[in-house]
């Protein structure tokens, strides 16, 4: 069982960055792909980027590719999304979530955090 709990977000200018953090607890975390999600509303949940469990192969949609950078420090059980140059079309609900393997669907993944609100203003 793991469990997520997801914090770092906020309301920021166009232009600005915020870096969300995901704590997960258990002590299998290590063996996890990690994922952050978004939805926003009206919008079904899709993928923002994923990292798999040891850090080396990652993916980014493309709408985040060279704004967005996501890491991992298994040591602190943490991942994280560092989000730049934010555009009012990433305001969103970010989730994380935790799976098995390196997967870019939500039926991928297990474990899921409540969600972190973004909120990007013009």
């Known amino acids: 069982q793991v469990q997520l709990v997801e914090s770092g977000g906020g309301l920021v200018q166009a232009g600005g960055s915020l870096r969300l953090s995901c704590l997960a607890s258990g002590r299998t975390f290590s063996s996890y792909a990690m994922a952050w999600f978004r939805q926003a509303p009206g919008k079904e949940r899709a993928i923002v980027s994923v990292i798999n469990w040891g850090a080396g192969n990652t993916y980014y949609a493309h709408s985040v590719k060279g704004r967005f950078t996501i890491s991992r420090d298994n040591a602190k059980n943490t991942v994280y999304l560092e989000m730049n140059s934010l555009k009012p079309e990433d305001t969103a609900v970010y989730y994380c979530?935790?799976?098995?393997?390196?997967?870019?669907?939500?039926?991928?993944?297990?474990?899921w955090g409540q969600g972190t609100q973004v909120t990007v203003s013009s």
């Open positions: 979530a935790a799976g098995p393997v390196l997967s870019t669907g939500v039926s991928g993944y297990d474990y």
